[in-house]
């Protein structure tokens, strides 16, 4: 690939796309910003006049991330309306479907050990997708008895932790490891037990 310096059409995007590319191939730690740079097509100096090292790369990959993130899960949770049930079920899968089409911004976002905080507008989209669950589960808990309810970002903790949980060990591939089923089962029953014992659907019979 050519070098075309300074002169990119988009450096920045081009170098986020490169990196997003490179974090999925070796992870979020396995590349230098010169990789990212050759991948984009640019010098190395070019990188700079965008990002001050690979982790502000990292931090503008998982701030993208968010952003598609917050918008599947805000579809998600309008689809299943007006049923509060389906609404919260819709943004568990949509936790699954995010992770398997957007591999490279998923581990940046999740994997990459790049704090929320390193920026504010990363911290402002994170807060953004968990507001979405956390809605989510609050509709959900209206119809639990108040003094049975659990605090909404308790309720969308768990199932945030639940859906994480079953996309690390076998959505993804875990070197070694095989799913006993498909992992859209496994979800969707972890909160069919979790709902069962707030109350909010029926028992098996």
């Known amino acids: 690939m050519p070098k075309r310096g300074y002169h990119h059409g988009n450096l920045r995007q081009a170098l986020v796309d490169a990196a997003l590319v490179l974090i999925e191939d070796k992870g979020p730690t396995g590349f230098t910003l010169s990789e990212a740079a050759k991948t984009a097509g640019v010098t190395p100096a070019a990188v700079y006049r965008h990002f001050s090292g690979r982790e502000d790369l990292i931090t503008e990959a998982a701030r993208q991330g968010y952003e598609i993130f917050v918008d599947l899960m805000n579809y998600a949770f309008q689809s299943g309306q007006p049923?509060?049930?389906a609404s919260f079920e819709a943004t568990g899968r949509a936790y699954l479907a995010f992770a398997r089409k957007h591999p490279g911004h998923y581990i940046a976002m999740f994997e990459s050990g790049i704090s929320i905080n390193h920026s504010p507008e990363l911290a402002d989209v994170a807060?953004?997708?968990w507001g979405v669950l956390e809605r989510a589960a609050q509709s959900l808990s209206e119809?639990?008895?108040?003094?049975?309810r659990p605090p909404a970002?308790?309720?969308s903790a768990h199932i945030w932790a639940l859906s994480h949980g079953v996309v690390e060990l076998f959505a993804r591939n875990s070197p070694g490891r095989q799913s006993p089923f498909p992992p859209e089962d496994l979800l969707?029953?972890?909160?069919?037990?979790?709902?069962?014992?707030?109350?909010?659907?029926?028992?098996?019979?």
């Open 83 to 85: 049923s509060a049930l």
């Open 127 to 129: 807060g953004r997708a």
């Open 143 to 148: 119809h639990i008895p108040p003094e049975k």
């Open 153 to 155: 970002a308790m309720f």
């Open 188 to 205: 969707e029953s972890g909160i069919g037990v979790y709902l069962r014992g707030l109350g909010l659907i029926p028992p098996d019979t």
